[in-house]
């Protein structure tokens, strides 16, 4: 059975820097890609980041520059650094191993 299990979340401030975590188990390898969505209140899911098993990067324009994912594929993990934090980051955010594996969400709250 695949696990998903996100942590790192909490309470932040404006401008701060937070890292999440996420580790997969019940897979031994995995070609598809890992990575983050978050879902702000009143709001749909949306991307954030993602990475494939060969490094690609994926980022959601309102977090490059500011975001970076890294995946260790001997672990099944996948991390997300949060530099520069703004209020418009908080959410709940999940961890996915494609294609349609999730997390439950580790909140991130960034307030002043």
């Known amino acids: 059975q695949v696990q998903v299990v996100e942590s790192g979340g909490g309470l932040v401030q404006t401008g701060g820097s937070r890292r999440l975590s996420c580790a997969v188990s019940?897979?031994?390898?995995?070609?598809?890609?890992m990575g983050w969505y978050r879902q702000a209140p009143g709001k749909e899911r949306e991307l954030v980041a993602t990475?494939?098993?060969?490094?690609?990067?994926v980022y959601a324009d309102s977090v490059k520059g500011r975001f970076t994912v890294s995946r260790d594929n001997a672990k099944m993990t996948v991390a997300l650094q949060m530099n520069s934090l703004k209020s418009e980051d908080t959410g709940v955010y999940y961890c996915?191993?494609?294609?349609?594996?999730w997390g439950r969400g580790t909140q991130v709250t960034v307030s002043s």
């Open positions: 996915l191993l494609a294609p349609d594996y």
């Open positions: 019940g897979v031994i390898k995995s070609t598809g890609s």
């Open positions: 990475v494939t098993e060969s490094g690609r990067e």
